[in-house]
């Protein structure tokens, strides 16, 4: 059958230029698609398939969506229903966040001045928690430290003392203190015997806080009627807890004193000891109770928990007498066992010094392993300690009459929540007790009400 001579057109895109491949089968030049002729050259049979451009990363979307439009159509209608929700659920989530964050360090009256619309997250740098007493017998935790945004400098933290209440861990106070910039450490606080409490920050701030209303005023020198102060304080601390209601101060003279607020008393550095045996003007006997040591002397002596009484005043110097058995050698002036010495409780001129009226083994046979006095009271005494030498002994709380001697009630669990405690605040409640950062409430009876993580609570935490 003779051929007839027809143009050669792509089946798919009508171009004329094609490629032969192999006998009767071409490659169109234009949309590189494949096709052969029959013997009869009736029919054209075509193979499209579409190269992807490299140079256009859609290439491979556009030609799906003209493959499958409506799949196509579909897939992306959903994938964008999901895009939006999830990205209206981050946004829900992170607001709330950062909302609840606005409300814990939002300051009430005199606090930081942040609003309910602070959106900015906080840093904080927070220093062991302290406890004291309101005048209303309330327990009070004091978490000082700086606060700056977050992504920001921690030179730009602002300085802030907040008070809770230890059973409620309502914030009673928040105050800021525009003088503190960067990090705040917590020198100490301490309740005197008036109630003042009295809080210095990084060696050289003095506050004191007003027990009834939980005001706070810083301290100066010249607030002092003390001649000495007027140049100001370059350094301030408490004296050591046994030596009384006094501060240690350095002027910026660069003269150091000690300095007791109650009694109005000023000693010079050196010779602060002579206010222990001072006559005092209207003295009256206290009783009190401490552990005594294990000495050198009588590394095997039964530590006691020594119920004792001395001639004092509140405020004024004071030096709590050191229990534990030694040798006491007298005026001999020769310190060697081979001269005359008596094995006493107390040395006499530290019963002279604390102005001793006198003591006794308040819970004689008891055994006990690094020991405490927590708190004391007329009525109540509380105590810490080990039951056996053990490294690994669970420490034990232990509330006694402070009369009678009798056990009231005791506390330990196997979390050991007391190994590291170091200040007990009381109100009719109970016991406030608190570590570095943790305070536990402890009812009348001895049980374990709860226990909070203040620097979580302040971190929005908890």
Known sequence: MPKHIKALKCPQCGSTRATLIREDHYRCDSCSTEFFLDSDDITIHHKHETVPDNSNPFSFIQSQFSAHPKRSLLIAGGASFAFFLLVIIGNLTSSRSMDRVAERIAASQGGYGYTGTLKERMSYDLEPIELFASAAGRPVVVVCGSAYQMNTSSKNAQGFVRLYDGETKK?????????????????????????????????????????????????????????????????????????????????????????????????????????????????????????????????????????????????????????????????????????????????????ERSRLQGYEDFTPGAYYFSPAVLHEAADRVLISFKPTAASDATRILRCLDAQTGKVLWSYSDEEDHFAYTLKTTRFSGGYVVASSSEAWVLTNDGKLKEGTDFHKVVEGED
């Open 171 to 351: 914030v009673l106070k928040d105050i800021q203190l525009p003088d503190l910039k960067g990090s705040v450490d917590v020198t100490g606080l301490r309740q005197f015997g008036d109630g003042s409490v009295y809080l210095i920050l990084n060696k050289k701030h003095l506050y004191r806080i007003d027990p009834s209303t939980l005001d706070m005023k810083e301290i100066h020198g010249e607030d002092y009627k003390v001649a000495e102060f007027s140049e100001g304080f370059a350094t301030v601390e408490f004296v050591y807890r046994d030596n009384g209601d006094g501060l240690k101060v350095m002027t910026n003279l660069g003269k150091s004193f000690v300095y007791y607020p109650i009694p109005n008393k000023l000693y010079g550095e050196k010779m602060a000891y002579k206010g222990y045996l001072e006559k005092l003007p209207a003295p009256k006997v206290g009783t009190h109770f401490t552990f005594s040591r294990q000495t050198t002397d009588y590394e095997d002596q039964q530590i006691q928990l020594v119920r004792y009484r001395t001639l004092e005043q509140v405020g004024y110097p004071y030096d709590e007498p050191d229990f534990g058995w030694q040798k006491d050698y007298g005026g001999s002036g020769i310190f060697t066992d081979a001269s005359p010495y008596r094995k006493v409780f107390v040395l006499p001129y530290t019963a």
